[in-house]
T-cell receptor, first 116, second 113 residues
Framework: DAGVIQSPRHEVTEMGQEVTLRCKPI?????LFWYRQTMMRGLELLIY????????DSGMPEDRFSAKMPNASFSTLKIQPSEPRDSAVYFC??????????????FGSGTQLSVL | GNSVTQMEGPVTLSEEAFLTINCTYT??????LFWYVQYPGEGLQLLLK?????DKGSNKGFEATYRKETTSFHLEKGSVQVSDSAVYFC????????????FGRGTSLIVHP
């Protein structure tokens, strides 16, 4: 299994530009999570999907952020317009419901975003 | 609500030293507890877990015991190696919270030769 695949690994953009981060979860996993990691705030859950449906987006910082999951094998996180304070590492993770739990998350390698 | 509190880092040790990283939690139900590890430039990966009180999770020489009476899940290793340098995250999964993990802030471990 290839694991969770994220692209790009690094993104450098200018303030005001649109940024799209991509994620391919592990085949057969029914949960997908987007996290943001910064030194100041640690690891923050932005949004998660179950069977391609957004379940909780309360962690999305503001309307500039949006996430979609058009099918079971692809998700995007979009920032429009981007701002310097969005600079962070963004992780995608997936998991599979097993019995009563979906505890073990598999993380991608992350996208390092720098907004200048 | 649920929360996880970890000791602040960085923790700096010499090779072969004993490691303890403290973790305490608050949960409304009976959570499962986890330690995840993040090596430089990589995503988090599960290191070990325990699903009920007094359980001990172990992997790669690391251990942690689920202590319900003290709501703790401290990570220990008897002899650390340079390759253990990473960020360690304590987490809980609460059945009352749809099993979605809650993560601590992470503790950076630096091991010197």
């Amino acid at each position: 299994d290839a694991g969770v695949i994220q692209s790009p690994r690094h993104e450098v953009t200018e303030m005001g530009q649109e940024v799209t981060l991509r994620c391919k979860p592990i085949s057969g996993h029914d949960y997908l999570f987007w996290y943001r990691q910064t030194m100041m705030r640690g690891l923050e859950l932005l949004i998660y999907f179950n069977n391609n449906v957004p379940i909780d987006d309360s962690g999305m910082p503001e309307d500039r952020f949006s996430a979609k999951m058009p099918n079971a094998s692809f998700s995007t996180l979009k920032i429009q317009p981007s701002e310097p304070r969005d600079s962070a590492v963004y992780f995608c993770a997936s998991s599979r419901t097993s019995g009563a739990t979906n505890e073990k998350l598999f993380f991608g390698s992350g996208t390092q975003l720098s907004v200048l | 609500g649920n929360s996880v509190t970890q000791m602040e880092g960085p923790v700096t040790l010499s090779e072969e030293a004993f490691l303890t990283i403290n973790c305490t939690y608050t949960a409304t139900g009976y959570p499962s507890l986890f330690w995840y590890v993040q090596y430089p430039g990589e995503g988090l990966q599960l290191l070990l877990k325990a699903t009920k009180a007094d359980d001990k999770g172990s992997n790669k020489g690391f251990e942690a015991t689920y202590r319900k009476e003290t709501t703790s899940f401290h990570l220990e290793k008897g002899s650390v190696q340079v390759s253990d340098s990473a960020v360690y995250f304590c987490a809980l999964s609460d059945p009352g919270g749809s099993y979605i993990p809650t993560f601590g802030r992470g503790t950076s471990l630096i091991v010197h030769p």
